[in-house]
């Protein structure tokens, strides 16, 4: 994480920008740095047309997976180093080559190695804006509706906290993932027609899953 923290440090220094616009693919130059949006030639651009045959519709080009899919993924191989005490070097290679691609994600690549944290801990940030973190309802707000539960329950201070931004994601594909302890239901699925008091156990049993609460 700090050979990570440095290289954000680096790229900020240099003035990165990671919405400056790049050449388009299809060119021997695609992908580089471009002059910016006014149609000027930029790097690696001659004015001319592309040097290289746009890719034919029988051969089109294998689809990179997004810049979040790519920093989650960088994110959960951090965690799992981590866990091997193989250090993070290797992580830390990939994000730079994956470059501008990740340095937005950086905040949420950060915290998704938090480690678990006492409620009120999490509830201490709720609201704070803070990049990598999102407000999390431990019963969720579709489901608080549905059952009838009030508006001053589901948004009061006892059920909202802040958590990484990855594992909140995570946590909402969870609950509508089927579940051998909720009889091959999906959590939401279990949920129908449960007191308040059940919501907030597995609410917090889905924090616990995901390393979010001691």
Known sequence: MLALERFQALLGKGGFNPDQPRVPAGSREGGQWSGGGSGQPGIGDNGGPPLDPTPSPERKPKEKPTRVQAAKAL?????????????????????????????????????YQDPPKALDELQAGVGRGRPGYEDHHIVERSAGSREGFSRQEIDGVGNVVSIPKYKHHEITGWYNKRNPNFDFQTPRNYLRGKDWSEHVKIGHQAMRTFGVLK
Do not use: D, K, W
């Open 75 to 111: 994110a959960r191989e951090i965690a799992r180093q981590a866990l091997r005490r193989a250090g993070p070097v290797g992580a830390a290679l990939i994000a730079i080559e994956a470059g501008h691609q990740l340095y937005a994600e950086y905040p949420a690549i950060r915290s």
